[in-house]
């Protein structure tokens, strides 16, 4: 029921959806900062965008609890010269990722972290087809802004596709990392997915108490990297 319930509640939105309850996201996809502007409020701190789908964006969340609004918490806490910046799109396949790849290379950022895939995956994309999309993403964003540090969020297929396919798609992520030079960052629902008491009722979507854990699993690969620019 767990999986038949991800697949309906993922795979409903089309690729310029928004996200339910957030205003992180406005018509295309078009990034904006935790004030709710178009641009960061400050060109003295570096920009991590997000790039991703209804989970980045925070489905069913105020607009302050999605993982990336969380991170930018961790971030103050932590004293370092960032600010966040929210572009998740719900119902974003890797091919509505490369559509509008043009207007998020517009935007300002020293840190893109792209979570693409779980659409693929819950629609029986070919794996093959999210490794062509996910390798053009990198290509053309390294072209653009080869000062940007680029994260790649490693996601999963669910079983019900088979082995050779639930297989085939979590190597991708580690393959296409490893063969452009990027960050892996591990799973993101790792904690989370399958476990209803952290999802909601859609049984994909993590509740506040999942969306902490999210954070937390995407901020232990991210904070060294942060770390590591602001020590430049």
Known sequence: MLFAAYGVACSSGSNTEHATGSDSVPSGGHPQSNGGTMSPSSTSRGVVLFAGTSITAGLGLAPDSAYPMLIQRKIDSAGLPFEVVNAGVSGETSSGLLDRLGWLLRARFDVLVIETGANDGLRGIPVSTLRTNLAAALDRIKTKRPDATIAVIQ?????????????????????VASEKHVALIPFLLAGVAGDR?????????????????????????????LDSMARK
Not at 161 to 169: E, I, N, P, S, V
């Open 155 to 175: 996601m999963e297929a669910l079983p019900n596709l088979g082995a050779k396919y639930t297989a085939d798609f979590h190597r991708v992520y580690p393959a």
């Open 197 to 225: 008491k952290l999802n909601q009722n859609d049984g994909v979507h993590p509740n506040n108490a999942g969306e902490r854990i999210v954070a937390e699993n995407v901020w232990k690969s991210l904070r060294p990297i």
